[in-house]
């Protein structure tokens, strides 16, 4: 895997052969992989991965006309062939209005801000066997627990590199390490699975393996002899690992492009109320050692953190330039970049704020509800908000948890799903999108 240095190096080269070959404004990214695996299934050793890649995508622009290429061989004849033919598809493309770069005078310069995302130290195989090992161990110690998945330990290394005809280059580097463990409890016909898993920049700030391996034993266990739930409308609870979904459905319905092609659920409501006044929902691009954070998008403006929701509203919507153009707003620094094609949109390291009271002070006044740990398909629609989803949890009977139940669905909008949620104050900070539990009251179950 190239360095840094070749990175831009590469984007350059990039930049300066399409304009030779004719295109009045280009941009170039190059990105960097280095990723290895060990994977142990009932104490032995299943699996060894370890991967490298190079690539780099070129956009060009003729006029309005644009087109885009993207290339694993980064050597120089390679390299000129590419920007030779996507200079030739920008010529032959239909014309767009709204195409080009992000506006000049927006650029970002460096010095960047240091956000720590790399981690000098680089695990050897045997000690990412080693974590593997004691995770799954440490899972398959829990009494209930019979069959096992595997345990996992991985850690991989990114580089990103930009640069554009008007004067942006930047890049940066990240690593990751990562934790996992999946058992299955109990026999027969009544056998239930389970995980756990995390993820960080810097292996100082993962639980341990032994902490991973317990949690994902202990949940397979408590999901034993899941019972079924009646059809009826009732709150629902929702688990950080799933409450966060709904945050990424905002997001989503947030962006710019959905919003031009007006297939997002958020139209006209910029100026509504969405949630509860007290609810704050931030973004965070420049969080230390975040797991998305960065210092300029895919379009070398700045990042900057911002409430997305603030007093229960949202605060405008995400674009990157096209569709900044589309609206007649200006750029705000969310455009994300992959090896090829246009620009996207995303956000960094956002959280739902936490709230004032435990999650047993949320559920405390709910009859019959549910705690929802799990969900299941894809049923949620963009343009309308309409969402449903497969589910299994825990029934919640006046006030407390009382068993596993499974097999059931979940219905509502989201429009009205975001007016009734309310938080615990239990928020962690170890996702890319960080929520605590979530209450939300008159959903539609769907079971028996």
Known sequence: MFDLSRAEERCATLIALARRFGADAADAVAIGDMSESVHVRLGALEDVERSESESAGLRVFVGQRSASIHATDLSDDALA?????????????PEDRFAGLAPEELLTRG????????????????????????????????????NSEGGSAGFGRSIVALATSHGFSGGYGATTHSLSASVVA???SGMQRDYAWRQARHAGDLISPADI???????????????????????????????????????????GPAIARRASFLLDRLDTALFDSSVHILEEP??????????????GLATAP??????????????????ARQLGIAPTG????????????????????????TPEELMADIGEGVLVTELFGHGVNAVTGDYSRGASGYRIVDGALAG???????????????????????????????????????MTVAGD
């Open 81 to 93: 062939e590419l920007a030779e033919r996507a200079v030739a598809m920008a010529k032959a493309a």
């Open 111 to 146: 010095p960047f801000p240091d956000l720590d995302m790399e981690d000098p130290a680089e695990p050897s195989p045997q000690q990412l066997r080693a974590m593997a090992e004691e995770a799954e161990d440490a899972a398959r110690a829990v009494d209930g627990v019979t």
């Open 186 to 188: 109990g026999t027969g």
């Open 213 to 255: 391996g317990r949690l994902a034993g202990e949940r397979a266990v408590a999901r034993l002899g899941p019972g079924r739930l009646p059809s009826k409308v009732m709150p629902l609870v929702f688990d950080p690992r799933v409450g966060n979904g709904l945050i990424g459905h905002l997001i989503g319905a947030m962006a």
């Open 286 to 299: 420049h969080r230390v050692r975040g797991l998305r954070s960065r210092p300029f998008d895919g379009e």
């Open 306 to 323: 911002r409430a997305l929701v603030e007093g229960g509203k949202v605060t405008g919507w995400l674009a990157d330039s096209a569709s």
């Open 334 to 357: 969310h455009a994300s970049r992959g090896g090829g094609g246009a620009p996207g949109v995303s956000a960094s390291n956002v959280h739902l704020a936490a709230g004032s009271v």
């Open 404 to 442: 596993p139940v499974a097999e059931f669905t979940i219905a509502g909008n989201l429009v009205d799903m975001f007016a009734a949620l309310v938080p615990a104050n239990d928020l962690e900070m170890h996702r890319g999108i960080n929520v605590p539990t979530l209450r939300i009251d008159g």
